[in-house]
């Protein structure tokens, strides 16, 4: 089944903890990106990633690392958590960076920083 | 102002009932624009893209203003099943943006 999967589903954590959320998509997408979703804000951009190697910052890459080694994987790193970061984050790919191609979500983490 | 502006409702509607919604966009230069459908706690899918010419897909109809700066979707019909958020995606300045969806519950 085609798919884009994080993990984890849910995450409590404490200020400063270093952290990683995975994504992983079996579609051999090029394109992969990260949002985060909080009320009343919409889904903002965090990092994305045209292709491996190449990664760019999006609307709200503070606080955030990403890496893209291997075209499947794009994990999101917090290297120093802080409440502030508390949000539901969707990974996404799509075949290509074109703005046409339809985005595939991942299941989501929601992530609580005390 | 906003780049995409959504009616976060809820839009409350009994089951059979015509439900129209409208998303206006700042940037005159987009070129793209969908309609996402988000539930309760899970991940946005594509509902479907927006036209020029406008498009429909069975009970959906998606239509583009230019002129006025906005784009809609009407749900013929309405099922319970489609109690969602729509959420508007426009591409402007070379990347997605999202609104932050309008919320539609279909009662019994």
């Known amino acids: 089944e085609a798919q884009v999967t994080q993990n984890p589903r849910y995450l409590i954590t404490v200020t400063g903890k270093k952290l990683t959320v995975t994504c992983s998509q079996n579609?051999?997408?090029?394109?992969m990106s990260w949002y985060r979703q909080d009320p009343g804000l919409g889904l903002r951009q965090i990092y994305y990633?045209?292709?491996?190697?190449?990664?760019d910052k999006g609307d709200v890459p503070e606080g955030y690392k990403v890496s893209r080694k291997e075209k499947r994987n794009f994990p999101l790193i917090l290297e120093s958590p802080s409440p502030n970061q508390t949000s539901l984050y969707f990974c996404?790919?799509?075949?290509?960076?074109?703005?046409?191609?339809?985005?595939?979500f991942g299941n989501g983490t929601r992530l609580t920083v005390t | 102002r906003k780049e995409v502006e959504q009616d976060p409702g809820p839009f409350n509607v009994p089951e059979g009932a015509t439900v129209a919604f409208n998303c206006t966009y700042s940037?005159?230069?987009?070129?793209?624009f969908f309609w996402y459908r988000q539930d309760c706690r899970k991940e946005p899918k594509l509902l479907m893209s927006v036209y020029s010419s406008g498009n429909e897909d069975g009970r959906f109809t998606a239509q583009l203003n230019r002129a006025s700066q906005y784009i809609s979707l009407l749900i013929r019909d309405s099922k319970l099943s489609d109690s969602a958020t729509y959420l508007c995606v426009e591409t402007g300045f070379q990347k997605l943006v999202f609104g932050t969806g309008t919320r539609l519950l279909v009662s019994p």
């Open positions: 990633s045209m292709n491996v190697e190449v990664t």
């Open positions: 940037n005159s230069a987009s070129q793209s």
């Open positions: 579609m051999n997408h090029e394109y």
């Open positions: 996404a790919s799509s075949s290509t960076g074109s703005l046409n191609s339809p985005l595939h």
